[in-house]
């Protein structure tokens, strides 16, 4: 079916929302505790591939198709599946086919960030249950939307956020709710990394690949080499850069440890220093988020320089008036007294070391977090990492990107996380859609 036909047999209709006022998901156990979950998988390239070995080897979970628009990444994908578990996944280019399938449960979204929004709130209409990797959205409206969606059509939505489900971290959050540290103020939250330069040019579309399908809800754009498979994170018109692509992680860290919601003020600053290539994001940025609690996140990214902050490539540090937390991103911490002395070290020994490769590191992480959604779809829970969880972090470098986009520094209602008075700002709050591709509740 085209995607006009789609949407009209869908009955979906198109709806704009604020935030203000919504109420959590009330969901409802889909049957037995013991239920086995089915699954599609969307996108499989790197990520999805990962996923895809990891939740065919939960009890009771199985995956029933691979979807992707490189047919290579979809049988690569289809294969391994298989030698985990008994039924041999279907292969389904158009990932809505599948969904077509009563059988099917949930949808788990890896696909490129434009994808993201857009896939789950499909999903949902088509009474599916959505675990989507981060960032949630790739604009703040989208984000909006797919809660909307979620409440309306009562499915389980978690957000690839899988600190949320680390038990080290929890203890962490617990400890600071306690006052370990006292009044926790300030967070300091990075990401560092190595990459190198990207460069494009035009190209034909391999015959591998379904590039009308891959751009999706994007409006078109001719087909560049060196864009696919992961150089799209460096470009505005399917990515959000380094901010939402590794940012999400540790400012959502921060956010929770904090206790805050939406905030007052962001501001932020870098460039693309290092290379002068085909970037349009910054691969140097720091962002400062102020919050009406009068408390602060300041992030930073390097993209292009790997040296460690705390001996670690990326992480969170939580300043209070009697102390600080250390938390180098994985699912362990050391917590220090106002002299500096350590007073807990919480360490997991399966914490891996590279954690700059989200593919395979906190391999822990990732698996209690599938574990915490597969629970959730069976009972009815809201997950750790729900989308108005997930909305909610992932705003908070969305407005640092938009900030940085326009040279401005950002007035923020606190009520519900929009930007105030700045028509330039305003519009970057959503985008432009291929018609016939609009997001649609």
Known sequence: MNRRDFIKNSGLTMAGIGLSGLAMPAVFAQGSPNKRVVVAVMGVNSRGNYLSSLFPAMPDCEIAYICDVDERAMNKTINEVAAIQTRKPKAEKDFRKALEDKGVDALVIAAPDHWHAP?????????????????LCHNPNEGELLIQAARKYNRIVQ?????????GIQQMIADIRKGIIGNAYMAKAWYT????????????VPSWLDYDLWQGPAPRKPYQD????YNWHWRWHWGTGEALNNGTHEVDVARWGLGIEFPCRVSSSGG????????????????SIEFPENKLIAWESRSCNNFKVEG???????????????YPGANSYTVYDKNGKVVKNYKDETDSQDTTNTVSAGANLDKMHIANFLDCVRTGKSPNAECEIGFRSTLLVQLGNISWR???????DSKNGH???????????????????????
């Not at 670690?312 to 250390?326: E, K, L, P």
């Open 159 to 167: 957000m690839g956020a899988q600190r949320r489900s680390g038990t």
């Open 312 to 326: 670690a490539d990326r992480g969170v540090v939580f300043y209070g008036d009697n102390g600080t937390i250390v």
């Open 272 to 287: 693309r220093y290092s290379f002068k290539d085909d970037w349009e994001t910054p691969d140097t940025q720091t962002i």
């Open 406 to 412: 326009t040279k401005q520094t950002l007035e923020i």
């Open 419 to 441: 930007i105030l008075n700045n028509p330039d700002a305003q519009k970057l709050w959503k985008r432009e859609y291929e018609n016939g591709w609009e997001p649609r509740i």
């Open 193 to 204: 990394n190595n990459r190198g330069p990207s460069y494009y040019k035009e190209g034909t």
């Open 119 to 135: 896939a789950a709130i499909i999903g949902c209409s088509m009474g599916k249950h959505v675990y989507v990797e981060k960032p």
């Open 226 to 229: 060196g864009l696919i498979h």
